[in-house]
């Protein structure tokens, strides 16, 4: 039969619709297979960091999005000229800055199956496979942290958010209903206080700014000479603040602080949080992995006590950005703040249906489960444990070589996987000149695309901070590091 008129319209209108063919797809996945498979295996010869400065590389590119298609060979020959190199490789054995980025191959597997399914885990019945593995994922974390089974978790990007939904259920516990009412023009509800050490995360801050609660009412408590909350010192802040008729809400303990990784005494912080009702909030992001050493279980004393702990398998447990799993005996009140269902996204209300949309304010939520289930299953618990436990070796290692070292000194105790020093210049011993001193050298270090380094400030000084955490730092690496930093500060001298 010849085509009609309105069928050749839409023919020559939907030419070259839909996605890209499904034997070019294939093709360029196979090509970003070799790509992914060369990156990491060539990923210690890159630089591992650029010298861009601001701007370089969006001034390198068009400032309008493309009006005619273009293909992925020219998209490809872009990424590796301007994107790639400019990049810092946080895969990189010697990226040695902040929390060492936990890439592993069977997370990028993981990330990669993912996007190809780009489910939504946000109710059971968008799928309830993903929604029953996260489940499934959090409960073997949980085992491996040695949680209380009353302890159920729920999956978040990053620890910010995590600690954001906890002090929302501290809020809420404090029956100020403020879901309904909002906190603004309200004269029936004090100040609500939270009280962290001096080297908790920035975070605290940021949930306090969002949920109205202020900046001003997160309280630091000073830290003794290991950089551990003082517990008299918190005693005494509440009870000021009691006597002031302000609200004591919550108390956050670090396990693994950013700077030193020094733990709180999470134990008698929990007993004054009994004391004086307070919602204890453990941030265990980072050091909550050592939990899966044997040896490492004293970091986790009394974190069976808290109300809501956070942890991070995207900082130290090889699952890669984004992952953070919050634990929590009181999730009806993370349901009760949040719990809100418009009729389209309705399941069956007696059918016991999880869905994490409840716990949290995002709805669309990624597959997340799916890779930290393939990192687990993967290297298996004692795998993950031996990999915590060399970073761990690594850096009493380099620790010692520190402290052989006449022109340097350790600033803080070394506990998990990093490390606080200090160069200290030959003539220059006054505190400015040595602060000065070490920030140029981390700089200098830096500038060499060999190392990365961040620095950190503990009682007014400057530290040179280096984290091991990365799967593919071996000592070698560590020696190579080592060797740079001594060269680098010698050279400053002269
Ligand atoms: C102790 C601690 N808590 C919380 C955070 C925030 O983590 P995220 O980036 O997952 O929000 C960090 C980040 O480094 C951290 O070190």
Redesign the pocket.
Known sequence: MPKTKEAEDIETRTEGLGDLPADEFRRHLHAVADWVADYREGIASRPVSPTASPGEVANSLPAVAPEQPETMDAIFADLNRLIIPNLVHWGHPQFLA??GSTTTAPGILGEMIAAALNVSAMTWRTSPAATELETVVLEWLRGMLGLPADFKGIVYD????AILHALAAARERANTDVRALGLAGRGDVPAMRIYASDQA?S?IEKAAITLGLGERNVRRVVTDEDFRLNVEALRAAVDEDLQNGLRPLAVVA?V???STTSVDPVLEIARLCRERDLWLHV?A??GGALALLPEGRWAMEGVGEADSIVV?P?KWLFVPLDF?ALYTRRPDLLRRIFALTPEYLRGDASAHEENYMDYGIQLGRRFRALKAWMVFRTFGREGLAARIREHCRLARLFASWVEAEDNFRLLAPVTMGVVCFQAMPNSQHETTLANEFNAALVERINRTGKVYLTRTELRGQTAVRLAVGNILTTEDHLKNAWDIIRSEAERMQK
Request: hydrophobic share 20%; glycine share 6%; net charge negative.
């Open positions: 902040y929390f990053t620890a910010s958010v995360h975070s670090t693994g602080t950013t941030d992001a980072y991070n995207h953070s």
